[in-house]
C-alpha cells in the first residue's frame, strides 16, 4: 500500500515528486528545505533554514503516520560545510535524544540560491 504526502513546494508538481511516500512501515521524505512559496524562511542563515526544513520534515511525517522518533537516516547537503556547526546545532535540536543515522556533505549549489540547506529523511513506523 502506497500513501503519497503532497507538500506545498512549488516544485512538486513541476518536477512530480511527493514531499513523502510511505510503503508499509517505511517514510521516505523527499528534499526539505526552507522555502515556503516564493519564500525562504532564515536567507543567509544555516541554523534558521535547518530549523525550518526540519520542522517541514517533522509536518509530513505526522500526515504519513510517523513522528520525528521513528526517524532512522537524514541526509543534509549544504552549501557551506564551513559552517557545520549552525546546521549541526539545528538538527541537535530535533534529534539530540533519537540519533538517527545521518550525513552531512557539502554541495555546489540548491535549486535557489538563497537556499543553504536541503534535508531528507527516513522513517520506520512500529
Known amino acids: ?3 503519497n504526502i503532497a507538500g506545498q513546494s512549488n516544485w512538486e508538481p513541476i518536477v512530480g ?3 513523502a511516500v510511505r510503503v508499509g512501515a517505511v517514510v521516505e521524505v523527499s528534499g526539505t528545505t526552507a522555502a515556503r512559496g516564493d519564500e525562504v524562511v532564515g536567507e543567509g542563515d544555516p541554523y534558521a533554514q535547518t530549523r525550518a526544513a526540519l520542522e517541514t520534515i517533522a509536518w509530513a511525517l505526522e500526515r504519513a503516520g510517523a513522528r520525528l522518533e ?3 537516516r537524514t ?3 549544504v552549501t557551506d560545510i564551513g559552517r557545520w556547526e549552525e546546521y549541526g546545532r539545528a538538527h541537535g535540536e ?3 535524544e533519537i540519533r538517527p543515522a545521518t550525513t552531512m556533505v557539502e ?3 540548491l535549486i535557489d540560491p538563497r537556499l543553504m540547506v536541503e534535508i531528507e529523511a527516513t522513517a520506520v513506523v512500529g
Request: proline share 0%.
Open 1 to 3: 500500500m502506497r500513501q
Open 75 to 77: 541526509r543534509m547537503f
Open 70 to 72: 521513528d526517524v532512522v
Open 107 to 109: 554541495v555546489r549549489a
Open 17 to 19: 515528486y511527493s514531499r
Open 94 to 96: 530535533f534529534f539530540q
